[in-house]
Structure formats: C-alpha cells, structure tokens
C-alpha cells in the first residue's frame, strides 16, 4: 500500500525520488515559499539531500506515508509538496512553487489526497496557519476543513511567536469531535469569531 500515486486532471502525486532533488531545492531554498514553514530556507543541495532523506525516504519505509510531490502532468517536474502525517494530529501541509500560486494547484492535490485518506480509513485530518498567511487558510476552507480554535505558540526553530489557526475535517461524521491537543498545550488559546 504505502504511498499510492494519485492523479487528477492537472496533476500527478507521486513520491519524491533522488532525482527530484533538484526541484525540491528550487522549492525549499525560496524565502516567499517557506517564509510561513517551520524551517529555515535551504542553502545548499546538499541541505536538501539531507531534507529529502529525512522527511521522505525514511517516511517512504513506512507501511503507509501520504508525502508527494506535487506534479503537472505535462512534464512530470515536482512544483510542490502534499501531506498528511500518520502521527496522532494528521497534520495536512502543504507547499507550491511561487510560479504556481493563484491557480488552484493545492486545492486539486488537496482533494485528491483527501479522498485517498478518506478511502484508506483515516477518521480525520488537521491543518494550522499562521494567521498572517490567510491563503493558506483559503486553501482549507475550499477543502472544506472548518476552523476549530487559536492557539500562540513559540515556533521553533526559528523561536517567534506565532498565532496559529486550528482547522479539522473529520470523515467519520462525528462533527463534534476536535482535536484538542494544541489547545490543550498552549495556554494562550481561543476561538476567534471568524
């Protein structure tokens, strides 16, 4: 099973290989792209081989990972990430080559990735933004994800206090289920009127 190839009209999700090494550093070491993430730009290809064995082909060894590149059919060429981690929170993340903004790329992988988690039997999934970044909470929106609650946190490495908005989907009906533990470990939590 592990990470099953999806596609959509446009696109191609698919695993990252060695050879994308390449795409994934035009990616990560971009200061616009990775200005909202939860590391420091990259500064070498050998930074990103690094990122590229610990985030992807260690999850890659996995019985299952839901980690992608994000590809356009017409070229097969990764202009982006999708996931969803398989620890507790099944945080939802996502990342696109600045070139690609506005065009609806992450909401089309982002429905097709959800239907797959869906299918696989995945209860429910979480995403969180910073609030200075609203797009990004657009893009769970449009995925039908619905704000849950705030929450300040000290983001690390980059040490800054951050104010995250809590989004969640839930597939097993159960709409009043919410993942607590954010809020649960960040005293500085609330629920805004959005």
């Given at each position: 099973?592990?990470t099953?190839?999806?596609?959509?009209?446009?696109?191609?999700l698919?695993?990252?290989?060695?050879?994308?090494?390449?795409?994934?550093?035009?990616?990560?070491?971009?200061?616009?792209?990775?200005?909202?993430?939860?590391?420091?730009?990259?500064?070498?290809?050998?930074?990103?081989?690094?990122?590229?064995?610990?985030?992807?082909?260690?999850?890659?060894?996995?019985?299952?990972a839901?980690?992608?590149?994000?590809?356009?059919?017409?070229?097969?060429?990764?202009?982006?990430?999708?996931?969803?981690?398989?620890e507790?929170?099944?945080?939802?993340?996502?990342?696109?080559?600045?070139?690609?903004?506005?065009?609806?790329?992450?909401?089309?992988?982002?429905?097709?990735?959800?239907?797959?988690?869906?299918?696989?039997?995945?209860?429910?999934?979480?995403?969180?933004?910073?609030?200075?970044?609203?797009?990004?909470?657009?893009?769970?929106?449009?995925?039908?994800?619905?704000?849950?609650?705030?929450?300040?946190?000290?983001?690390?490495?980059?040490?800054?206090?951050?104010?995250?908005?809590?989004?969640?989907?839930?597939?097993?009906?159960?709409?009043?289920?919410?993942?607590?533990?954010?809020?649960?470990?960040?005293?500085?939590?609330?629920?805004?009127?959005?």
């Amino acid at each position: 099973m592990n990470t099953p190839q999806l596609e959509t009209e446009r696109l191609i999700l698919r695993k990252f290989t060695q050879t994308d090494i390449e795409a994934l550093y035009m990616l990560l070491k971009d200061e616009k792209v990775n200005q909202f993430l939860p590391w420091y730009p990259m500064k070498t290809i050998e930074e990103t081989k690094k990122f590229y064995e610990e985030r992807y082909a260690a999850k890659y060894e996995q019985p299952q990972a839901y980690a992608y590149a994000i590809c356009l059919k017409s070229n097969n060429y990764a202009i982006g990430y999708i996931n969803v981690d398989m620890e507790e929170h099944h945080d939802f993340g996502y990342g696109l080559h600045k070139d690609f903004w506005n065009r609806g790329i992450v909401t089309e992988a982002g429905k097709a990735l959800i239907q797959q988690v869906k299918k696989d039997g995945m209860l429910y999934i979480t995403a969180t933004h910073d609030v200075k970044n609203p797009r990004s909470g657009r893009v769970m929106q449009k995925l039908g994800m619905k704000y849950c609650y705030s929450y300040k946190e000290y983001w690390q490495p980059k040490n800054i206090p951050v104010l995250f908005r809590m989004y969640q989907l839930n597939f097993d009906g159960n709409e009043a289920f919410v993942y607590k533990k954010y809020w649960n470990m960040y005293p500085n939590h609330f629920i805004e009127n959005l």
